[in-house]
C-alpha cells in the first residue's frame, strides 16, 4: 500500500481564493481525520470521519472550513475564501477502527501558503 | 481530552539511550498511552503504545509507571535518523488522538 496520499504538497494561494487540500486514505481503513500544524498551536483535529460519515467537526474553525467524504477512498478539504491566518500544514491520517493496535497511518502533509 | 506533560526539548549523543519522559496525572483507567513522532517535513508516526506494563518493539521500549502516571518512550541507541519531535498521547473514551507540543529531540554526532 502506498499510504495516505494527500495532494498537492504545497499550495500558495492569494487571499480570498478557494483552496481545495484532498486526501487518499489507505484502502480498507474506515476512519479519515484531518488535522492542521502550526508552530503557535501545534497539531490539531479539525473533523473526522467513519465510513464517510462526518462525526465530530467541533474542531472546524469556521465556516470558511468545510470537508466531504464521497467515498471510501476520497476526502477533500475546502476553505472559502481563504485567509492569511489559514498558512498551516494539513494532515490527513487514517485508520481501521478507533480501537486498533497501530493507531493512525498520517500522509505527508499539504503545506498551505495564503499571501 | 486528557493531558499530557513533556519537556519542550531534550539533547542525546548519538549511539547513547535516550529516555524521553512524559506526566500525565489525569489519566483514566481506560485510557491507553501512545507515543508518535514527527521527522522534519513529515507526518507523525507511530511508535509505540501501551496500557499498564511496559512494552518493546523494534522501534523503542515503553516504561510504564506503576500507578500510570507517568511514562518513559526508551530509544536504546540514538542515531541521528531519531532526530525528531516526539509526541506523547492518551486515547481517551473517544478514542481519539490529542497531540500536545511534543518533546524535540536533537541528536548530537
Known amino acids: 500500500d502506498a499510504g495516505v496520499i494527500q495532494s498537492p504538497r504545497h499550495e500558495v494561494t492569494e487571499m480570498g481564493q478557494e483552496v481545495t487540500l484532498r486526501c487518499k486514505p489507505i484502502s480498507g481503513h474506515d476512519y479519515l481525520f484531518w488535522y492542521r500544524q502550526t508552530m503557535m498551536r501545534g497539531l490539531e483535529l479539525l473533523i473526522y470521519?467513519?465510513?464517510?460519515?462526518?462525526?465530530?467537526d467541533s474542531g472546524m474553525p469556521e465556516d470558511r472550513f468545510s470537508a466531504k467524504m464521497p467515498n471510501a477512498s476520497f476526502s477533500t478539504l475546502k476553505i472559502q475564501p481563504s485567509e492569511p491566518r489559514d498558512s498551516a500544514v494539513y494532515f490527513c491520517a487514517s485508520a481501521p477502527g478507533l480501537g486498533q493496535v497501530h493507531g493512525y497511518t498520517f500522509g505527508s502533509g499539504t503545506r498551505l501558503t495564503v499571501v | 481530552d486528557a493531558k499530557t506533560t513533556q519537556p519542550n526539548s531534550m539533547e542525546s549523543n548519538e549511539e547513547e539511550p535516550v529516555h524521553l519522559p512524559c506526566n500525565h496525572s489525569t489519566i483514566s483507567g481506560t485510557d491507553y498511552i501512545h507515543w508518535y513522532r514527527q521527522l522534519p517535513s513529515q507526518g507523525p508516526e507511530y511508535v509505540i503504545h501501551?496500557?499498564?506494563s511496559n512494552v518493546n518493539n523494534r522501534m523503542a521500549s515503553l516504561a510504564i509507571a506503576e500507578d500510570r502516571k507517568s511514562s518513559t518512550l526508551i530509544l536504546h541507541r540514538a542515531t541521528l535518523r531519531d532526530a525528531a519531535v516526539y509526541y506523547c498521547i492518551l486515547r481517551d473514551a473517544g478514542n481519539q488522538f490529542y497531540f500536545g507540543t511534543g518533546t524535540s529531540l536533537t541528536v548530537i554526532p
Open positions: 501501551g496500557l499498564t
Open positions: 470521519f467513519n465510513n464517510n460519515v462526518p462525526i465530530d
